[in-house]
């Protein structure tokens, strides 16, 4: 304004009118001070637990002067209480202060709280507990002064009440009830006793609503005990029916701490309804009555013992897996030792040392609930055919073991392509893998060192994979602990506080020390395949034919990239478990997928050697599945559009794995693949009816894509809102479908299940079952909100330290290590017969 003046009027005019302003200024600052003098100020001397009713104008000022007895061993509180009985005074509120030693209080009556999206809600009846300055005397008087004014040309009524809180100092083990409204927050002061280090705060209501917050804060002034400053300072959380905080000793130097409860303004942070928005943003909304009665105890937590039983506990269970193994390799290694001698009695020889013909196996074909389509083909033609075809397979493997040796067995470099190059081989390929019966000598007819170099590219992938993935993990989930225990927000992570045993700077230790048997028992079934694979190795040196022509060809990798997926859990769920929540659930669960789908490619992988996926296929189809996950954790809630692409997906996908599964690969999607289903579809179906020429096979993928698209209606209908476990669950299904069938077929095959897999088997599923039901059940859950998610919380059930989530770790990482000693057992009664006996399904 001086500036534009300046360019129109000159510098008189500019002159004249700041002169102008002086004076006004002037003018304004006599006025106010002739109004402070004219002003009142009454000094009352007051007492405890008496009501004052008094009425105050901008014209007077009422100071209200306590005292009371402030002793060492002795804490009392003392509450504030204001009621402004007065209508309309929202636009002249009363102030109160609140002047005493070390600290000030200051509030307005109406005393205005913001909401969501600063909607207002006005509370005229208001109560304060006053700060307690601490003293350094054994008893003390201490005076505080309450002063009284306002703006209001008008008189204001209210009423002002003092009084002591008799009850203001918890008790360990004992509980208090009380009653807290927005207006009116409540807080205690806890003192550890001698011999306490740790405790845990739990406060308790029957009411769901209003949504109220439990906060713990160091003895200092002022304590922020208001919904919209209670986050500044100590820890919190929100909380419906039920809170729980556990306190050390070492994080509060004065050896006590305040507990605070506020009643929030709104129910939105515990998951209540959203209210109408208010017509302007400066409309005064009702509340209501929002009291809540509570209840809160102060309990010790466990002692350091405890912690020591329990890691020993932990140790001792996986420990012992251990040690079984090792009496069961001794008692196995007995065992061979004394066939081995046996061996020297030629009556006691197998088959293939002998060179006569062993016992066949019964053909699945030649009874059973799956008939040959009228085929007019004996059995004893059947298994001739079979044996004649893997014939010339047979003799040039035994031909090579004679020969192929003398060459040098590690030349620059072999790969799987220069011997799948030439047309002859692939007419042999078309040829072999189309027969209606198929033998595991027509699908094991890849050189060894080949595919065992093949199958070790799983084991080296998924431990990149593993490095990669879990170093950024590691980072992000420290960065989690850090931003909780510096903010205090314990609603960043969904932990079950009941039983949420910190140490150093990990808030669950428990939860984390409880993942160790994923590891443990992963390295345990790595050195149990490792053994296996240097038994095997020394077989093939010595040129043993058991070895070279009998049993399901042994390849290790995928046995060793299971135990290292296994472990690689075990360190991410621990991961996971630092910092419990939505966004980084996928951690527990990416090689949860991994898991399933290596347990699938190993089952195929054992009647299925040369035409197995290689490790970068299966890797990049897993690396899709986690993208899906990631995206159905960010988009999925809700979202139709995503479910709609996601399931149709999924029904493709199934319906290409079919085929490349009934075909074992010999099909071609291009440009024809319509005109061919065209004609295949004319020519069996309608022209001569003919049924599946491979009725096993089409059998299970029957059955798969039932199921799969019985999973895909379900998640389009329901959209669940956890999709990384409905995935999961697609991924479990498929591989205990596919592990159903294995087993039927075995059995009817002709097959029997050695007593060591059959142990197995059924160890495993009593585990599995036992652990199933520790997991659902779901203790806290990401779904829901924070306060929501601890009302499933729930005491710990073994030792003080471990609740039902930790026995699931324990029991899932058992039944896990059951099912990798399934997959590697399950066939050991074939190792003495030959191949091209072995059938494939």
């Not at 002037?26 to 009142?40: D, G, I, P, Y």
């Not at 901008?58 to 204001?82: L, P």
């Not at 970068?616 to 988009?635: D, H, K, N, P, R």
Request: one cysteine or more.
């Amino acid at each position: 304004m001086v500036l534009r003046s300046c360019c129109k009027f000159g510098p008189v005019s500019v002159l004249f009118r700041l002169g102008y302003v002086a004076l006004l200024l002037l003018c304004v600052t006599h006025l106010r001070c002739a109004r402070a003098e004219n002003k009142t100020v009454v000094q009352k001397y007051a007492e405890f637990d008496v009501t004052y009713n008094d009425t105050v104008t901008s014209d007077n000022q009422t100071i209200y002067a306590f005292n009371h007895t402030v002793s060492r061993n002795k804490t009392e509180g003392v509450r504030v209480t204001v009621d402004v009985l007065s209508e309309g005074a929202e636009s002249s509120p009363i102030l109160f202060v609140v002047r005493q030693k070390q600290a000030v209080l200051s509030f307005q009556v109406p005393l205005i709280l913001r909401g969501l999206y600063q909607r207002k809600y006005p509370y005229a009846h208001v109560g304060r507990t006053l700060c307690q300055p601490p003293t350094r005397t054994l008893s003390e008087t201490q005076y505080f002064f309450v002063d009284v004014s306002t703006l209001s040309n008008l008189g204001t009524h209210y009423q002002l009440r003092i009084s002591r809180v008799d009850s203001f100092t918890l008790h360990t083990d004992k509980k208090f009830s009380f009653t807290a409204s927005p207006s009116q927050p409540q807080y205690f002061k806890y003192v550890f006793p001698d011999g306490v280090d740790t405790a845990i705060v739990k406060v308790n209501s029957e009411m769901t609503f209003p949504c109220s917050v439990m906060s713990i804060q160091d003895i200092q002034c002022p304590v922020y005990d208001l919904d919209n400053n209670v986050a500044f300072i100590g820890m919190y959380q929100t909380m419906t029916k039920t809170a729980a905080i556990t306190v050390q000793r070492k994080d509060f130097p004065s050896n006590s701490f305040y507990v605070v409860v506020v009643v929030k303004t709104e129910d939105e942070a515990c998951g209540g309804p959203l209210r109408f928005y208010p017509l302007r943003p400066d409309e005064l909304i009702d509340a209501g009555n929002r009291s809540k009665t509570l209840d809160v105890v102060v309990s010790p937590a466990i002692s350091s013992d405890v912690y020591v039983m329990g890691m020993l506990f932990c140790l001792g269970i996986f420990l012992s897996f251990y040690l079984l193994t090792f009496l069961v390799a001794c008692v196995e290694n007995k065992r061979m030792h004394r066939r081995r001698e046996g061996l020297l009695n030629p009556a006691d020889m197998s088959p293939a040392e002998t060179g006569k013909p062993g016992v066949t196996p019964v053909s699945p074909y030649e009874y059973g609930s799956f008939a040959d389509n009228g085929s007019t083909l004996s059995s004893e033609a059947i298994t001739d055919s079979i044996a004649s075809d893997a014939n010339y397979g047979y003799m040039e493997r035994s031909l090579e073991s004679v020969t192929g040796r003398s060459r040098q067995e590690s030349l620059s470099s072999i790969e799987e392509d220069d011997y799948d190059t030439l047309a002859d081989i692939d007419s042999d390929k078309n040829i072999v893998r189309t027969k209606k019966y198929l033998c595991v000598s027509d699908l094991a007819r890849k050189d060894k060192r080949v595919l065992s170099k093949k199958y070790q590219i799983y084991f080296w992938n998924i431990a990149t994979i593993g490095v990669f993935y879990a170093l950024p993990v590691i980072q992000l989930v420290i960065t989690y602990q850090t931003v909780v225990n510096v903010t205090g927000n314990q609603d960043i992570c969904y932990y079950n506080f009941l039983c949420a045993h910190p140490l150093g700077n990990l808030s669950a230790f428990n939860n984390i020390l409880s993942n160790l048997g994923y590891v443990m028992l992963g390295l345990l079934f790595l050195l149990i395949v490792l053994q296996r694979d240097i038994i095997h190795s020394r077989a093939l040196d010595r040129n043993d034919l058991n070895a070279l022509e009998c049993g399901i060809p042994k390849h290790f990798g995928l046995f060793y990239a299971m135990g290292t997926a296994l472990m690689m859990e075990g360190l991410l769920s621990a991961c996971y478990h630092v910092c419990p929540n939505y966004t980084n659930f996928q951690f527990d669960t990416s090689f949860m997928y991994m898991i399933a789908g290596l347990c699938v490619l190993k089952l195929y992988q054992k009647r299925h050697p040369d035409i197995n996926a290689s490790a970068y296929t299966a890797y990049a189809c897993l690396a899709a599945v986690i993208f899906f996950s990631v995206l159905g954790v960010v988009f999925g809630k809700g979202n139709m559009v995503f479910w709609i692409i996601f399931s149709v997906l999924h029904i493709l996908a199934t319906m290409l794995l079919s085929t490349q599964l009934y075909y074992m690969g010999r099909w071609r999607l291009d440009s024809g693949i319509l005109r061919r289903i065209v004609y295949v579809i004319y020519t069996d179906c309608i022209r001569q009816c003919s049924g599946p020429m491979y009725i096993d096979r089409m059998v299970l993928l029957v059955m798969g894509n039932i199921v799969n698209w019985s999973l895909a209606a379900y998640g389009l209908l329901k959209t669940p809102n956890d999709f990384a476990s409905y995935l999961l669950a697609i991924a479990i299904c498929n591989l205990l479908l596919y592990f159903a069938f294995y087993i039927i077929m075995k059995l009817r095959s002709g097959e029997r299940i050695q007593c060591m897999a059959m142990v197995c088997i059924l160890f495993t599923a009593v585990v599995w079952g036992f652990a199933l039901f520790f997991f659902f059940q779901g203790l806290s859950t990401w779904q829901k909100t924070p306060a929501e998610s601890r009302e499933h919380n729930r005491d710990c059930i073994v030792l003080s330290f471990f609740d039902d989530h930790d026995i699931w770790h324990f029991l899932s990482s058992i039944a896990m290590f059951g099912s990798f000693l399934v997959l590697l057992t399950m066939d050991d009664d074939l190792d003495d017969v030959q191949r091209d006996k072995i059938f494939v399904f």
